[in-house]
């Protein structure tokens, strides 16, 4: 129960997160956008996600 718990505390920071990133252009070229999100640290450091969208 506790990790569900857990998941759902993620999963609902991770939304407001993302929806304060702003999609910038990629390097992949044109038509591409990618937009960075810094996730809370775990166990072994630092996360930063990456989405790109075409």
Avoid: N
Avoid at 7 to 13: E, N, S
Wanted: some cysteine; charged content about 20%.
């Amino acid at each position: 129960m506790r990790h569900i718990f857990i998941f759902i505390v993620v999963w609902l920071a991770a939304g407001t997160i993302c929806s304060f990133a702003q999609y910038k252009p990629d390097r992949l070229g044109e038509g591409f956008e990618a937009k960075t999100i810094a996730m809370p640290d775990d166990y072994s450091g630092r996360v930063v996600t990456t989405l790109v969208r075409s």
